[in-house]
């Protein structure tokens, strides 16, 4: 089964400041989404991945299937960029597993 | 709007009260699920259906109970809740199986059991 695990688990930054989370996984995976999960909401899918970089807006999410490893960038962070972060990765016909998420706290 | 609509999104309950949790999407996919999350620990699948009237067990499927008799909804049912069932929901849906799906998340139903 494979394993995925973000880092870091925690992050306060201030606004404007550039952001990276990381997320690896143990296993070769087909496809690697990044979704947001804002307080007291649901979750939106922002990205998914099975190779290189795709961009929208001020987020970008890059993959590197060799070191089986993915980040998360926000350029130009804002107090609304505040969230939980999580990534989840899976192969073939399994299923998601997720990793345990990303608090992110951007203050004014 | 394609959406996945849970409800309630808030319940308190007691032990033993039978509860229904629904979930419908309106985007006609085939694949759909139901997830709980726990601090510390990430998203763990319950049960998920690749079809109407087709249903499987997912990682922590134990006091769950789910249908699947039209495409568009998939109800979660807890037959004798426990404490230990408090948690935050979601279901999702998928066009079809398979990680490369996009997904789509309801709003979340946070349970608690008193």
């Known amino acids: 089964k494979n394993e995925v695990e973000q880092s870091p688990q925690n992050l306060t930054a201030q606004e404007g400041e550039f952001i990276t989370i990381n997320c690896s996984y143990s296993v070769g995976i087909s496809a690697l989404h990044w979704l947001q999960q804002h307080p007291g909401g649901g979750i939106v899918s922002l990205f998914m991945l099975s190779s290189g970089k795709k961009k929208h807006g001020r987020l970008i999410a890059t993959i590197n299937i060799q070191e089986k490893h993915s980040s998360l960038h926000i350029t130009a962070s804002h107090p609304r960029d505040s969230a939980v972060y999580i990534c989840?990765?899976?192969?073939?016909?399994?299923?998601?597993?997720f990793g345990k998420g990303t608090h992110l706290i951007i203050q004014p | 709007e394609a959406q996945v609509t849970q409800n309630p999104r808030y319940l308190i309950t007691v032990t033993g009260k039978k509860l229904t949790v629904t979930c419908s999407q309106n985007m006609n996919h085939e694949y759909m699920s139901w997830y709980r999350q726990d601090p510390g620990l990430g998203l763990r699948q319950i049960y998920y259906?690749?079809?109407?009237?087709?249903?499987d067990k997912g990682d922590v499927p134990e006091g769950y109970k789910v249908s699947r008799k039209e495409k568009r909804n998939f109800p979660l049912i807890l037959e004798s809740p426990s404490p230990n069932q408090t948690s935050l929901y979601f279901c999702?849906?998928?066009?079809?199986?398979?990680?490369?799906?996009?997904?789509?998340f309801g709003d979340g139903t946070r349970l608690s059991i008193l």
């Open positions: 999702a849906s998928s066009p079809g199986q398979g990680p490369n799906q996009p997904q789509h």
């Open positions: 259906s690749m079809n109407v009237e087709v249903t």
């Open positions: 989840a990765a899976g192969g073939g016909a399994d299923g998601l597993t």
